[in-house]
């Protein structure tokens, strides 16, 4: 039967102390009525639901008369409860069950239930107030406890991998130990502990004794921290997993239970992973090259990375993959990019490029992998403009570099974040293995945020592609301007105009890379010419649109180009006019085009060949219409850039010829003759010789001969002679022969580039002058200053020919050099 006493020292935080109590008649309401008695298989036979039963509704009779204060009687002698030895045998009951718990080796049991140890101490602590005893008792055993457990630890003396097996096991049961007693001492920990600020909880107080005395043991720990060395490293040596691999995860779990898990497993896996990966990064860059090693690195962080996933926590996860990279990658940057890079470029290995960019982002590598690759690009396109022999190839080249610079510009080196664990690295294990294609289905999740381009890049490509073009001066230039002067002849074949202006952008953008914008401009308005006077232009809207856009966003100069189409419709009228005048009498019909010789870039011929009389009797009849429309004007004919349409009789069948007014003034002579020498054609046309040289090369040695030559031979030679070739045939009834004035030889190529010489001397005088004049008085180096400023939007002129034009100023006393200073140009007015 429980006593009066218990029920009166129930916890204060009960509002009806005698709820739930039911004596035999001890307790006695005031109506002095029977208590009721409750059926024994009633579902509230237990003393809860029973208490349940017998609570009045609010409201009821019953409730409002059971309110008063009950009367208690007592049976038997009164109980002295605070005698002083009344709660020894609770305490000792305490004691002896803190001692049970904390003893390894001891096969003793509880003295007593869980809830008469939990009850004992509930009275020892909150009615006796005898916690210090318990507290000493506690201190003392938790004490001897942590002793033998280290005691036990230390004559282990293990130092291979298999020490973590006791670690475990002791940790464990510790743990195990503590929460039984945080359980079974609950008022000890919650009432007598927390109400002295001073001190912490039971499990704290457990967790730093242990930590204290057996975690931070030198010796413990020193076996622990060799145990996960000789684990991770027998791994790594033997790539595989090893027997004990399973306990690691229980061994950290431990660890991080009394907050060692950073300064013992977490600093131990890190450092051995340093030394491990400093060691054999210098043991393998001796044995394998460039490529070997990178791939060898690549897969080393692969197998981290999975070892981190099957047995680290999260939170070590980039650590580890960094401190690998780094151990194995620093002081061998810049080896592995000179190496590797090239070759990645050269094959256009996407996959490969992004894979090594990704790995050295991830070690702060990006400005060596920047250094590299600008090396390479300015290397290459150095190459491609010095390659003489394949100058007809510079623009396309050019274009397949630019364009896959640009992919990596855009994809592969764009601005982003440092590399995420776990993300990148999968792309970079594909890249190597498979060289950057993968059919692996895409983790949508997993794609990575959008990315911008980087300037650095952007501006990388440029410096490299300018400073490049320097190589070859003038060259660049002249080959961009003629690679589009083929396009815009052989147009869109089929493709759509987006995509056609997408690629002549993609010239036009190569053509802000150099720095001589004049010959550039010369070039186009040369090649342009021929492409309206010979007709040999796609399309006259391409035409117009690319002179717009040349205006608008690269040189305002190209405006020339809009005299021209005005002057190609002005020609269209007049000679409808002539054709009118003259009426159609005969079925030779002329076609001349009047052009203003300040909008067209070619000079008066020195000598004009000497045309047939019927064609010279046309050209005199037009004379005069002209004259006659427009007095004063003075027309010169270049008949260079002329062409005629013959029909020729072979002896199978007859075919309608299209060729070059020189080419027809030598096939006209052949109506008299079957057989001429060269003198004798030369003689009797009075061509240039280069030019006649080249007509007679295209009637006889190409793909249409016409002619036949005799000696055979590729070049034509004084004492040649040649001949009809009545057994001429092709399937075409009308027939293109070589054009050979739309295409620019090397002798024209050379004088275009000599004029533009003496065009640049004319500036850099014209800009002294301008400049002088402006500020009177210079020293050597501003003049310099000012007149790149001056010229820059056409070309940047050399030292040496400044100095060679400011010189040459001197002399002619536009200025002069101040008398006390040679440094120092004074303008003379």
Not at 68 to 75: E, H, K, R, T, V
Not at 333 to 347: D, H, R
Request: aromatic share 8%.
């Amino acid at each position: 039967m429980t006593d009066v006493f218990t029920l009166l020292t129930l916890p204060v935080s009960s509002k009806n102390a005698f709820a739930t109590y039911r004596g035999s008649g001890a307790v006695k309401d005031r109506s002095d009525s029977p208590p009721r008695k409750t059926p024994r298989l009633n579902t509230d036979s237990d003393s809860a639901s029973a208490s349940r039963s017998r609570q009045p509704s609010a409201g009821s009779t019953e409730n409002r008369e059971n309110t008063g204060p009950l009367s208690l009687s007592l049976i038997g002698a009164p109980i002295q409860p605070h005698h002083e030895h009344y709660y020894d045998q609770d305490s000792a009951l305490v004691k002896r069950s803190i001692r049970v718990l904390l003893s390894r080796n001891n096969k003793d049991t509880l003295p007593a239930t869980y809830d008469k140890i939990y009850n004992a101490c509930r009275a020892v602590i909150c009615v006796a107030k005898k916690g210090d005893g318990i507290s000493q008792s506690f201190k003392l055993e938790l004490e001897r406890c942590i002793g033998e457990l280290a005691q036990e630890l230390v004559s282990e003396g293990k130092s291979e991998v298999e020490y973590i097996l006791p670690i475990i096991e002791v940790c464990a049961w510790f743990e195990k130990q503590v929460t039984l007693l945080e359980s079974l001492l609950a008022y000890f920990d919650r009432k007598y502990l927390l109400d002295r600020s001073s001190s912490s909880g039971l499990r704290q107080i457990c967790y730093e004794q242990f930590s204290l005395r057996v975690l931070e043991d030198a010796t413990i720990q020193g076996w622990v921290r060799k145990s996960i060395e000789e684990w991770v490293t027998w791994e790594r040596q033997n790539n595989s997993e090893h027997p004990l691999r399973p306990h690691i995860p229980q061994l950290i779990s431990r660890l991080s239970h009394h907050g060692k898990y950073e300064t013992i497993f977490e600093d131990t896996y890190l450092t051995c992973t340093e030394n491990f990966y400093l060691a054999e990064s210098e043991e393998k860059a001796k044995e394998l090259a460039p490529i070997d090693f990178l791939n060898y690195t690549l897969q080393r962080i692969k197998d981290e990375i999975q070892r981190s996933k099957d047995v680290l926590p999260h939170s070590i996860w980039h650590k580890v993959e960094d401190m690998v990279m780094r151990s194995l990658l620093m002081g061998r940057l810049e080896w592995i990019v000179n190496s590797v890079l090239p070759q990645f470029m050269k094959t256009m290995d996407v996959g490969r490029l992004q894979a090594l960019y990704e790995l050295f982002v991830n070690v702060d590598g990006q400005q060596v992998v920047l250094a590299g690759f600008r090396s390479y690009v300015l290397e290459t396109v150095k190459r491609i403009v010095t390659d003489v022999e394949r100058d007809e190839e510079m623009v396309d080249r050019f274009l397949k570099l630019k364009a896959f610079t640009d992919t990596l510009l855009t994809e592969t080196f764009a601005e982003s974040e440092p590399i995420p664990l776990m993300g990148p690295l999968s792309s970079i294990n594909t890249s190597v293995n498979r060289a950057g294609s993968s059919n692996e289905p895409m983790d949508v999740d997993a794609l990575p945020p959008p990315k911008k381009v980087n300037r650095k890049w952007n501006d990388t490509i440029r410096d490299a592609f300018s400073a490049s073009f320097k190589a070859r001066r003038n060259k660049p230039a002249e080959m961009i301007a003629k690679y589009l002067d083929k396009e815009m002849r052989k147009g869109q074949k089929g493709k759509a105009d987006s995509v056609f202006e997408k690629e002549l952008d993609a010239v036009l953008e190569l053509s802000r890379f150099t720095e001589d914008r004049d010959v550039f401009r010369t070039f186009y308005h040369r090649q342009l010419a021929r492409r309206l006077l010979l007709q040999k232009s796609a399309s006259d809207d391409f035409e117009k649109a690319m002179l717009k856009k040349l205006k608008e966003q690269y040189d305002p100069e190209f405006s020339m180009g809009d005299h021209m189409f005005n002057d190609l419709s002005l020609s269209r009228d007049t000679m409808r006019e002539y054709l009118a005048h003259i009426g159609k009498t005969t079925n030779q019909q002329l076609n001349a085009m009047v052009l203003q010789s300040s909008f067209w870039p070619f000079s008066a011929k020195k000598s004009e060949a000497f045309l047939p009389p019927d064609m010279q009797n046309e050209l005199s009849k037009f004379t005069a219409f002209y004259k006659s429309k427009h007095q004063g004007h003075k027309l010169d004919w270049e008949h260079s850039l002329g062409t005629a349409t013959l029909k020729g009789q072979f002896k199978n069948e007859a075919k309608e010829l299209q060729v070059s007014l020189y080419q027809a003034l030598v096939l006209l002579l052949f109506n008299e003759e079957t057989e001429l020498t060269f003198a004798d054609i030369k003689e009797r046309t009075r061509i240039e010789d280069g030019e006649l040289r080249r007509t007679l090369q295209s009637l006889s040695l190409g793909k249409k001969r016409v002619l036949k030559k005799q000696p055979t031979g590729k070049d034509v030679k004084d004492d040649d002679s040649f001949i009809f070739n009545a057994d001429f045939t092709d399937p075409a009834y009308r027939i293109h022969i070589n054009s050979i004035q739309v295409k620019e030889t090397p002798e024209e190529s050379k004088k275009t580039q000599s004029l533009i010489e003496t065009d640049r001397k004319h500036v850099l005088d014209a800009a002294i002058v301008r400049v002088m004049k402006a500020k009177k008085e210079l020293h050597n180096e501003q003049l310099k200053t000012g007149i790149i400023d001056a010229v820059k939007s056409h070309f940047v002129p050399s030292v040496q020919l400044i100095k060679e034009r400011i010189d040459a100023m001197v002399e002619e006393e536009y200025i002069k050099r101040r008398h006390d200073d040679n440094n120092v140009f004074i303008y003379l007015a």
